[in-house]
Each structure stands twice: as C-alpha cells, then as structure tokens.
C-alpha cells in the first residue's frame, strides 16, 4: 500500500500544479512530486474526442524533486542528487 501527502504552501500557485509526496510501506523515505498540468476548455473539448469535460487534464507532467520549488521547504531526506531523476509526460488528448 501507498501512502501518499500533499505538500502546501502560500507561494504555490492555486491551480496548474500540485506537489504529492509518496511513500510505500516497505520504504522508510518518502518520494516527491512536482505535478504541472492543463485543464481542458470548451476549445480542447472541440478538437479532441478523448476529453469529455471542461477541467478534465489535457496534459500532465511531473518530475521528482527533493524542494519546493516555490517556498524552499526541503521536502526529502535524500541528500544526494538523483542520477536518473523520475520524469514523465501524459498527453491526454489522443492515444
């Protein structure tokens, strides 16, 4: 099982993004996330088929991290720099 945290703060802005922490039970340290994405318009809803509703994701990335990139709080106890650090792209909007 995974247990997952939201990290907030003030300077984080209110939609486009989020920073999830996650940690399995069989680790000791937990992973985090910077989650950037785009919530779909009338317009993508028009030229997509596969986006059904307004604020549905269009497109997500996220990208491990190790501080808020928005107040400096460290976030992970690790101390070293990743060498391959977890990265990935959704597009939503076709298959």
Request: with cysteine.
């Amino acid at each position: 099982m995974q247990e997952s945290i939201l990290h907030e703060c003030e300077a984080m802005p209110k939609s486009g993004c989020y920073i999830e922490g996650y940690q399995s039970s069989s680790d000791t340290k937990r992973s985090w996330q910077l989650c950037v994405y785009r919530e779909a318009t009338e317009d993508d809803l028009e030229e997509s088929n596969y986006l059904e509703d307004v604020g549905d994701q269009v497109w997500q990335a996220t990208l491990e991290i190790n501080h808020c990139p928005y107040c400096g709080e460290e976030l992970s106890e690790a101390k070293t720099p990743s060498e391959q650090p977890d990265f990935s792209y959704h597009d939503f909007r076709s298959w």
